[in-house]
């Protein structure tokens, strides 16, 4: 099983194109998406298959997702954060954010764009493990600054930078936890019109 995730950054100016070409070259069976907009919506006109997109509340942006393959898929609104977390920034936005639990030929797979703040990021992804506890991977911008651990799951993403901050500073912030699954190759890939790299994983049984 070939995912591809990418925060596509609704500031920038990341197209369908762009999202097609990567699926040409790539022929991924799922695409996980971030920040995605209505713009993406035209994404099947040019590469076929199956799509869904959601928005977060009071968003315009939200997940997506799409794969060659039909797909059965959950809406999930994740708890909210709070204003007092690390790192602490008074002008830190709290709003809810929209996590997709797609389930496909036996797979169960969270695209997920979690909280800035480094305790509720790691509160949320318990809390989707909790509700979805036959969940194998786990995948999309998780926005931890460390190492984060969750029982009986693998880090398997890339070992490096996957996001600029401010355009300049790089931080590892796209990840992949997996459970009962071995990555037989990791790749990310140049940033293009976002400013996270798409970041693309091979899966097995194992």
């Known amino acids: 099983m070939r995912i591809l995730s990418w ?3 609704w500031h920038g100016n990341a197209r369908p194109g762009d999202v097609g070409r990567l699926i040409a070259a790539l022929e991924p069976d799922l695409v996980l998406l971030q920040e995605a907009t209505a713009v993406m919506d035209t994404l099947p006109q040019l590469a076929g298959g199956h799509y869904r997109r959601v928005a977060s509340p009071e968003r315009h942006n939200g997940p997506a997702v799409w794969s060659p393959q039909p797909f059965d898929s959950d809406e999930v609104i994740l ?3 709070f204003r007092l977390d690390f790192p602490v920034a008074i002008l830190r936005q709290i709003a809810l954010r929209a996590a ?6 036996g797979f169960e797979i969270a695209n997920v764009h979690l909280d ?6 790691r509160r949320q992804l318990h809390w989707l493990l909790n509700r ?6 786990i ?22 930078s996957t996001h600029r901050m ?10 992949c936890l997996v459970r009962g699954l071995i990555a037989t190759e990791t790749r990310a890939y140049a940033y293009g019109p976002s400013d996270h790299r798409p970041v693309c994983v091979d899966l097995v049984p194992g």
């Open 132 to 137: 979805y506890p036959a969940l194998n991977v």
């Open 116 to 121: 800035h703040g480094q305790f509720c990021n």
């Open 139 to 160: 995948m999309g911008d998780f926005n931890a600054l460390a190492s984060v651990r969750l029982p009986g799951f693998r880090d398997v993403g890339p070992r490096r």
């Open 166 to 175: 401010y355009g300049v500073v790089p931080l590892r912030l796209d990840r």
């Open 7 to 9: 925060n596509v950054w």
């Open 79 to 81: 708890p909210l954060g």
């Open 100 to 105: 997709l639990v797609i389930r496909q030929n």
